[in-house]
Every structure is written in C-alpha cells, then in structure tokens.
C-alpha cells in the first residue's frame, strides 16, 4: 500500500506543472487582456449602465480599444448592428470614428455598406472622413451608388464627398453613375454641382497639393 501511495504521489507531482501550466496560460491571458475584452463585451450587450461607468473613470482611455483578433473598436460594433443612438454616445465620449479594423475598413464604411443613413449621419458629425476608401480604392459614395440608394448619395454628396475620385480601376463614383445609367442617381450629382457652384466653391474635386 505504502508503494503503491508513493507511486501516486511521484505521478501526481510529476504532472502537477505541467497541469498548472495548461490551466495558467488562459488566465494570465485573460488577465493581461479582460480589460479591453469585458468592455466590448459589455458594448456587445448594449450594456450602457457599465458601459457609463467604465468611461467615468477619471483617466481611462479604453473608448478606443481594439478587439484583439478582428482589430474592431466599440463603434464597428455598434455601427455594424446600425445603431446610431450607441454610435453618438460613443463618439460624444471620445471614440475615434476613423479606427480602421485589421481589414481596413472603417465604421463609416459599415454604416454606408448596409445603408445606414442615421449611422453614417453621426459618424460625419462625429468628424468621421467622408472620403475613406477600401483596399479597392472604393469609397462611402461609390457605395452609395453601387446600391442605388438615393438618399444616401444625397447625404454624402451634401457632406462633401468627392464624386470624381477614383477607385483603383479608374473610375469615380460619377462615372458608375453614368455607367448605370441612371436618371435619378444623375440629378443628385448635378444638384450637388449646383449647390456647390452656388456657394461659390469652386466645382474641383480630388486631392489638393
């Protein structure tokens, strides 16, 4: 009995760190990163109670921290569930709305990819730029059109988005337009024109040097 005891205890210390190891990892990595976890999660839940009082602590700058794998910030979650009362807080409290996730999309990309025009609203008065583009060179206005979604070109064109830049094939926002052929789409350019020509701005568009 005293042998086979032994035996056990010999085995049971043996296996005791690596066993240690395996259950530590996790949790030294949680603690390392529960912080910016708990507040996204929390973001996630539309906890707006926890939320307050995390972002009234006197010092934090968490409002813009980054999911570790996907490179989102608070403001890619809320605008990707298009909610435009989270983004304002969000905003209204600090968070950068030109944060590009780990794939370089910005949340007024998401915003204008799904159409959102109350997102895309508070994300241009939250200084969001208006002319951010993908990896394709693709920008919010082009978007826009490529959805025919009239109310939003609108908006865009209203808060000063370049019609005339190009994506990385060549072509801008205006020339999709005439490519579609569409009527609509057209007189939202032209009264844009206008008004811009109205204003007395000169009708120049594309980077300045």
Do not use: C
């Not at 934090?60 to 979650?77: K, M, P, S, Y």
């Not at 951010?132 to 979604?149: K, Q």
């Not at 072509?171 to 052929?181: F, K, N």
């Amino acid at each position: 009995m005293g042998t086979m005891t032994g035996i056990a205890v010999g085995i049971g210390l043996a296996l005791a760190p690596a066993s240690l190891a395996i259950v530590s990892a996790p949790a030294a990595a949680q603690a390392l990163y529960s912080d910016s976890f708990q507040f996204l999660k929390l973001v996630r839940d539309r906890d707006g109670e926890k939320v307050t009082n995390i972002l009234d602590t006197p010092g934090q700058t968490i409002i813009n921290t980054r999911d570790l794998t996907t490179g989102e910030t608070a403001v890619h979650i809320v605008a990707q569930r298009r909610d435009a009362v989270w983004i304002k807080f969000l905003t209204d409290r600090g968070a950068n709305p030109n944060i590009a996730d780990a794939k370089g999309v910005t949340p007024l990309m998401i915003s204008a990819n799904l159409g959102h025009i109350d997102g895309v609203e508070a994300l241009l008065d939250a200084g969001a730029r208006v002319d951010v583009a993908s990896s394709a060179g693709e920008t919010p206005l082009m978007g826009a059109v490529h959805r025919r979604d009239i109310a939003l070109v609108r908006l865009l064109l209203e808060k000063g988005a370049d019609p005339d830049r190009n994506d990385n094939s060549g072509r801008s926002a205006r020339d999709y337009v005439e490519l579609m052929g569409s009527k609509r789409l057209m007189d939202e350019f032209v009264a844009a024109d206008e008004a811009r020509a109205g204003n007395g701005e000169p009708q120049t568009y594309g980077p300045s040097f």
